[in-house]
């Protein structure tokens, strides 16, 4: 059974730090892992995508990496803002055979606090 | 409307009334998702409806009785719900299956 953790659940960080938020998965057999965010009661928002078959993406200050054979996925944030402030999730799809399930497995998430 | 919306965004209802949520997604998808996020816990999967037709039930208890009339609109069900069932529930749509999930805001609900 898939399990996916993140580390840590909280950070609080000066507006500026550069910072990582790691997640971590038992199965590494996965079709695709991604990285949200999502405000306080609000819905998710999709960061980044990446396919098992690719190491990394990049979108603006976000970097996220993965390596799958150690079930690693880490999500580097630059020059943090107070509007980083958020709940980070992980999740994971896992692989089917050859097809992918379609289902998202998610961490707990890790709680952003950048203070100005 | 673009992307994914969903109503009511917050529902209060007793244990015995029966009441829907609405989600519906302007994207063009072909897949549609059910998530519950309660405190505390990983978002928990629900029901995945891909084309009209209903994938996966996660163990979901009877209570919740999902409806995907097209693949625009999902429905979520709800009758003789428990106090344990507050929770925010979040539909998502994606292109196909695992394809990079949107999520609407969500409906907050909270059983008395």
């Known amino acids: 059974k898939q399990e996916v953790t993140q580390i840590p659940a909280a950070l609080s960080v000066p507006e500026g730090e550069n910072l990582v938020l790691n997640c971590s998965f038992t199965?590494?057999?996965?079709?695709?892992l991604q990285w949200f965010r999502q405000d306080p009661g609000k819905g998710l928002t999709s960061l980044l995508l990446?396919?098992?078959?690719?190491r990394e993406q990049t979108s603006g200050r976000l970097n996220a990496s993965l390596d799958k054979s150690s079930g690693r996925s880490t999500l580097y944030i630059a020059a943090s803002q107070p509007g980083d402030s958020a709940t980070y999730l992980c999740?994971?799809?896992?692989?089917?055979?050859?097809?992918?399930?379609?289902?998202?497995?998610f961490g707990q998430g890790t709680t952003l606090q950048v203070k100005p | 409307e673009t992307g994914v919306t969903q109503t009511p965004r917050h529902l209060v209802m007793g244990m015995t009334n029966k009441k829907s949520l609405k989600c519906e997604q302007h994207?063009?998808?072909?897949?549609m998702y059910w998530y519950k996020q309660s405190a505390k816990k990983p978002l928990e999967l629900m029901f995945v409806?891909?084309?009209?037709?209903?994938?996966e039930n996660n163990s979901v208890p009877s209570r919740f009785s999902p409806e995907c009339p097209n693949s625009s609109h999902l429905f979520l069900h709800l009758h003789t719900l428990q106090p344990e069932d507050s929770a925010l529930y979040l539909c998502?749509?994606?292109?196909?299956?695992?394809?990079?999930?949107?999520f609407g805001p969500g409906t907050r609900l909270t059983v008395t």
């Open positions: 998502a749509s994606s292109q196909d299956l695992g394809m990079g999930e949107y």
């Open positions: 199965d590494s057999a996965i079709y695709n």
């Open positions: 990446i396919q098992s078959s690719q």
């Open positions: 999740a994971v799809v896992n692989l089917w055979g050859s097809s992918n399930t379609g289902k998202l497995i």
């Open positions: 994207l063009g998808h072909n897949a």
């Open positions: 409806y891909n084309f009209k037709e209903q994938t």
